[in-house]
C-alpha cells in the first residue's frame, strides 16, 4: 500500500469544518522536571474527547453515497465508535451499528447513547466487538468502518501530525500512544515528511506489546493476544497497514505499564490540569517514566484521549485503581 503525504493534505481539507485544530502547548513544570521542552498535543480536546473523528470523518466523507446509504458498521473499544457516530452525524448516514466491547468505560457508553446510533454491547475485548460486527457487515451489506487499517483512517489520524509540524516546525521529537496504529502511522508520515530528523517514538502498553513485537519480528501482529489492562484503546493486534506505512517512519517503541500510566494521569493534571485516560496519557507516561533515552530540544506529547470517568479516575488518585 502506497499512502503520501499528499493523503494527509487531501483529508485535512475534507475534514477541516468538521474538527478542531486542537491546542499544542508548552508545560512549564513538565519541562523543568524533565530537562527537555514538552508540548502537550491535545487530542483530548477533539471532538467526543479523542482523536478519533479525524479518520472517521476522513473515510465516511471519501465513501460513495451508496456505500453510505447501505449503513455504517464499526468496532471499538469505545473512542473509534464515538468517533464514528459523530462522523455520521456530520454526513447524514441513517443507519449505523456500532459494536463496543461490554467493558469499555462508562463515561465512553454515556456519550455513544446520546447518539442516533443502535449500540451493541459484545464481549470483554475488542476483538469479540470486531468479530460480531464484521459478521453484521457481512450478513446486511453494510460498510465496515475499521479503527485502524484503512487508508484513509490514518490519513486523517495523519492531519493531527500536521497540525505539529506547522505549528512547531522544529520539533525534534514526537511521542504518541499505540493501539491499532492509525494515529502513530498517520502522525509519522506527516512529520517525517516535513521534518525528518525529528525522532517519532511510538508508546505500546506492556499489556499489549504487539507494535512492539511488529517491528521486533517485521511483519504485523494482528489479532493480538493480550492481558489485561486499564488502556483499552491500546490493547489488541497492531494493523497491517499502519505497519506498512510506519515501519520506515517511527524511530522506536516503548512500552509503558498500567501503573506507569496511572502515574501520567496524575502527573498531567497536576502539571497542567489535563484530564487524560490511559491510553491517552500513555506519550506522557513514557516521558515522566525516562523510557525514551537521549531526548532534547522540543519534545511533543500526545494526549490521545480524555474520555475516563470519575470512578475510574478516584480509584487512581486514591491509590487503589
Known amino acids: 500500500m502506497s499512502l503520501q503525504v499528499s493523503d494527509v493534505q487531501t483529508a485535512r481539507v475534507r475534514i477541516a469544518p468538521h474538527v478542531l485544530e486542537t491546542p499544542l502547548t ?39 453515497a451508496e456505500a453510505r446509504s447501505r449503513g455504517i458498521v464499526a468496532a471499538s473499544a469505545g473512542n473509534h465508535a464515538l468517533g464514528v457516530a459523530y462522523a455520521c452525524q456530520v454526513a447524514g448516514v441513517a443507519h449505523t451499528e456500532l459494536f463496543v466491547q461490554a467493558t469499555a468505560a462508562p463515561a465512553k457508553i454515556a456519550k455513544l447513547r446520546e447518539y442516533p446510533v443502535r449500540l451493541h454491547l459484545v464481549g470483554q475485548t475488542y ?20 479503527a485502524y487499517d484503512d487508508p484513509d483512517v490514518i490519513a486523517g489520524q495523519g492531519t493531527c501530525g500536521l497540525e505539529i509540524v506547522e505549528r512547531l516546525p522544529a520539533v525534534d521529537a514526537v511521542v504518541v500512544p499505540v493501539g491499532g496504529g492509525a494515529l502513530s502511522a498517520g502522525i509519522a508520515l506527516a512529520v517525517k515528511s516535513f521534518r525528518p530528523q525529528a525522532r517519532v517514538i511510538g508508546v505500546n502498553a506492556a499489556a499489549s506489546p504487539s507494535a512492539l513485537l511488529s517491528f521486533q519480528k517485521g511483519y504485523a501482529h494482528d489479532p493480538f493476544a493480550h492481558e489485561p489492562t486499564l488502556a483499552q484503546g491500546l490493547a489488541g493486534g497492531y494493523g497491517r497497514l499502519p505497519f506498512a506505512v510506519a515501519r520506515d517512519r517511527i524511530d522506536e517503541i516503548v512500552l509503558v505499564t498500567d501503573d506507569e500510566m496511572k502515574k501520567g494521569i496524575a502527573a498531567l493534571i497536576d502539571s497542567d490540569q489535563i484530564l487524560a485516560e490511559a491510553s491517552g496519557v500513555a506519550a506522557v507516561a513514557a516521558l515522566v517514566a525516562g523510557k525514551v533515552a537521549g531526548l532534547a530540544g522540543r519534545v ?22
Not at 482523536?51 to 465516511?60: I, T, V, W, Y
Not at 475516563?308 to 487512581?316: M, N, Q, R, V
Open 26 to 64: 508548552r508545560s512549564p513544570l513538565l519541562s523543568r522536571a524533565l530537562g527537555y521542552e514538552v508540548w502537550l498535543k491535545q487530542e483530548n480536546r477533539q471532538h467526543t474527547g479523542s482523536f478519533k473523528p479525524r479518520g472517521a470523518l476522513n473515510k465516511l466523507l471519501s465513501l460513495h
Open 300 to 321: 511533543v506529547a500526545v494526549v490521545s484521549g480524555g474520555n475516563i470517568d470519575t470512578g475510574t479516575l478516584k480509584a487512581i488518585l486514591d491509590g487503589r485503581g
Open 127 to 146: 476483538e469479540d466487538a470486531e468479530r460480531a460486527a464484521l459478521a453484521h457487515a457481512r450478513e446486511t451489506g453494510a460498510t465496515f468502518v475499521s
